[in-house]
C-alpha cells in the first residue's frame, strides 16, 4: 500500500484540519507518540557527540578552528546513509530480525554501535593523537545514521499519515532533549569531574562525560526492547538476485519519480538546502563560546535552562501548527525564523563575554529550530511510500545534510579568515534561497491538489 500522495498527505483535508483542538492535542499522549519520545532521545543523543560537542572539546584541547571544520565532514556520514537504507530496509538480521522483528532488530544493532563508538571516543585523548579519536567518532556517526534509517521507517510505520506531525514533533521533542544532554549536559559532566585547580584541558574528565553519554543509549535501548514491532508488510518475493536488487536498489527511487515526476525536482532541491544556514552555522557555535570566553558551566546553564525550553515549545508549536494549518506554511515560518536567528549569533560577536546576551540568543535560535525541525519531518515523511519507507527518508534526511555539511567544512577556514560576525552574517544570507523553494513548492502542491 502506498502512502497517499501530495494532495492527501498530513494534513492537507479541510476536515484534518477542523478537528477540534482537545482531540489534535490526544495524539501527544498515545503510546506510538511517547515511544517515539524516548527514541528521538537516542536518535540525537551521538549528533553533537560527533560534531557540536567534539568541536567545544577539540577547541579546549588547543586544535585550530580550520581542522576543526574539516573534521566536521564526519558528519557526512548522515549524508550517505541512503546508500546502506535499502540493506537496513530489506535485510533480515539473524537471530535479531527473529527475536525483535526487522526494524527493532536493526535499531538494536545499531544502538550497540553507537555505544562501542562512544566508549572509544571517551578512551582517546585528542592531544596524543587524533586519528584514533576520529575512527570512533566515525563509527558513532555511522551506528547512528543506520539507527536513524530505521528509526525513520519506524516511527513512519506506526501510525497513520494524519498523526505523523504529531509523531515528527515527539521525535524533534526526544532529538532536543538528547542535543541539550549531549550539549549542555556533558559539559556539566565534564566540568564536575574536572580536577579544582590544575586548569586548562582534562581529558580525564572528558572521557567521564563521554562514558556517561555512552551510558545514556540505555534509554534507547531499553525503548527498543519494550516497544512492539510496526505490523509486518508482506512483500512480493524476488525470484532471482537481479530482481531482489531491483526492489531493494532501484524501485524506491524510481517510486518517488514515478510519483511526483517534474515536482520530483524541485521537492529535492529543497530538501537539499532547507536547513543549509542551521547547520553551517551550527559547526562553529560551540568554538564561538569558547573563544568568546564563556565557561563549560555557562553554555551549559544556558542551554538547558532556556534552551530546552525554547527546543520544546517550537517543537510543539511546529506540530500543533502543522497539523492545524498544513506543513507548508509552517515550513516557510521555520525557514524564517531559522535564518533570522543567526543574526543574532552575529549581534551577539559584537557584545563579547555577555550572558544576557547569550541567554536571549540561544533562546531564539532554539525556537526557532524547533518549529523549522517540526514542520521539516512532517514533511520529510509525508513523501514517503511506506512499501520504501526506510529508504525513502533515508533518501531525503541524506540529501538534507550533503551540501550543508560539505559547506561546514570549510567554517572554520571562513572563520579564522573574516570573523565570526561576517560568519553568521553570511549563514543567514544562505536561508534567502530556501525561502524562495519553499514558496514553489507550496505552489506545486497546491496546483496538484484535486478542485472541489
Given at each position: 500500500m502506498s502512502l497517499p500522495t501530495a494532495e492527501q498527505t498530513l494534513p492537507a483535508s479541510e476536515e484534518d484540519r477542523k478537528l477540534p483542538w482537545r482531540d489534535t492535542l490526544k495524539v501527544y499522549l498515545e503510546p506510538a507518540t511517547l515511544r517515539m519520545l524516548a527514541l528521538g532521545f537516542s536518535a540525537g543523543?551521538?549528533?553533537?557527540?560527533?560534531?557540536?560537542?567534539?568541536?567545544?572539546?577539540?577547541?579546549?584541547?588547543?586544535?585550530?578552528?580550520?581542522?576543526?571544520?574539516y573534521l566536521s565532514w564526519v558528519g557526512l556520514a548522515y549524508a550517505f546513509k541512503w546508500v546502506w537504507a535499502p540493506l537496513v530496509d530489506r535485510l533480515p538480521l539473524p537471530p535479531l530480525t527473529t527475536l525483535l522483528g526487522r526494524r527493532r532488530g536493526w535499531l538494536l544493532l545499531a544502538q550497540g554501535i553507537v555505544i562501542?563508538?562512544?566508549?572509544?571516543?571517551?578512551?582517546?585523548?585528542?592531544?596524543?593523537?587524533?586519528?584514533?579519536?576520529?575512527?570512533?567518532?566515525?563509527?558513532?556517526?555511522?551506528?547512528?545514521?543506520?539507527q536513524d534509517i530505521a528509526l525513520d521507517a519506524f516511527r513512519i510505520e506506526s501510525a497513520e499519515t494524519r498523526k505523523q506531525a504529531a509523531l515528527a514533533a515527539a521525535y524533534q521533542t526526544g532529538y532536543r532533549l538528547a542535543m541539550i544532554w549531549a550539549g549542555a549536559g556533558v559539559l556539566w559532566v565534564a566540568a564536575w569531574a574536572e580536577v579544582s585547580g590544575s586548569g586548562g584541558y582534562q581529558n580525564a574528565?572528558?572521557?567521564?562525560?563521554?562514558?556517561?553519554?555512552?551510558?545514556?543509549?540505555?534509554?534507547?535501548?531499553?525503548?527498543?526492547?519494550?516497544?512492539?514491532?510496526?505490523?509486518r508488510r508482506v512483500l512480493a518475493k524476488p525470484k532471482?538476485?537481479?530482481e531482489w536488487l531491483q526492489s531493494v536498489l532501484v524501485e524506491p527511487f524510481a517510486d518517488f519519480i514515478r510519483r511526483y515526476?517534474?515536482?520530483?525536482?524541485?521537492?529535492?532541491?529543497?530538501?537539499?538546502?532547507?536547513?543549509?544556514?542551521?547547520?553551517?552555522?551550527?559547526?562553529?557555535?560551540?568554538?564561538f563560546y569558547?573563544?568568546?570566553?564563556?565557561?563549560?558551566?555557562?553554555?551549559?546553564?544556558?542551554?538547558?535552562?532556556?534552551?530546552?525550553?525554547?527546543?520544546?515549545?517550537?517543537?510543539?508549536?511546529?506540530?500543533?501548527?502543522?497539523?492545524?494549518?498544513?506543513?507548508?506554511?509552517?515550513l516557510m515560518l521555520g525557514a524564517v525564523l531559522s535564518a533570522a536567528s543567526n543574526l543574532l549569533f552575529a549581534w551577539l560577536a559584537t557584545r563579547g563575554h555577555d550572558l544576557t546576551a547569550l541567554v536571549a540568543v540561544v533562546s531564539a535560535d532554539n525556537l526557532a529550530g524547533g518549529i523549522a525541525s517540526a514542520a521539516f519531518i512532517a514533511y520529510l515523511s509525508s513523501l514517503t511510500n511506506i512499501n520504501?519507507?526506510?529508504?525513502?527518508?533515508?533518501?531525503?534526511?541524506?540529501?538534507?545534510?550533503?551540501?550543508?555539511?560539505?559547506?561546514?567544512?570549510?567554517?572554520?577556514?571562513?572563520?579564522?579568515?573574516?570573523?565570526?560576525?561576517?560568519?553568521?552574517?553570511?549563514?543567514?544570507?544562505?536561508?534567502v534561497p530556501v525561502l524562495l523553494l519553499v514558496a514553489l513548492a507550496a505552489r506545486a502542491r497546491q496546483a496538484s491538489e484535486p478542485r472541489s
Open positions: 543523543l551521538p549528533l553533537l557527540l560527533v560534531l557540536g560537542t567534539l568541536s567545544f572539546r577539540l577547541r579546549e584541547a588547543g586544535i585550530d578552528r580550520t581542522t576543526i571544520g562501542t563508538g562512544l566508549i572509544g571516543m571517551a578512551m582517546n585523548d585528542p592531544r596524543a593523537g587524533l586519528h584514533p579519536l576520529i575512527w570512533c567518532a566515525l563509527l558513532v556517526a555511522f551506528g547512528s545514521a543506520t574528565a572528558w572521557r567521564t562525560a563521554y562514558l556517561v553519554m555512552a551510558a545514556s543509549m540505555a534509554v534507547g535501548v531499553l525503548t527498543v526492547l519494550l516497544s512492539p514491532e510496526p505490523a532471482n538476485a537481479a515526476k517534474w515536482q520530483a525536482a524541485l521537492i529535492l532541491a529543497l530538501i537539499a538546502i532547507y536547513r543549509i544556514s542551521d547547520v553551517v552555522m551550527g559547526i562553529m557555535a560551540n568554538p569558547v573563544d568568546m570566553g564563556f565557561t563549560k558551566d555557562e553554555v551549559a546553564t544556558v542551554s538547558k535552562i532556556f534552551g530546552v525550553i525554547m527546543t520544546l515549545v517550537g517543537a510543539f508549536v511546529g506540530g500543533v501548527l502543522s497539523m492545524r494549518f498544513g506543513v507548508m506554511r509552517v520504501y519507507s526506510a529508504t525513502q527518508y533515508a533518501l531525503f534526511s541524506s540529501m538534507m545534510l550533503l551540501l550543508p555539511k560539505f559547506i561546514a567544512g570549510y567554517s572554520g577556514a571562513f572563520v579564522d579568515a573574516y570573523g565570526y560576525g561576517t560568519f553568521f552574517t553570511a549563514t543567514a544570507l544562505l536561508g
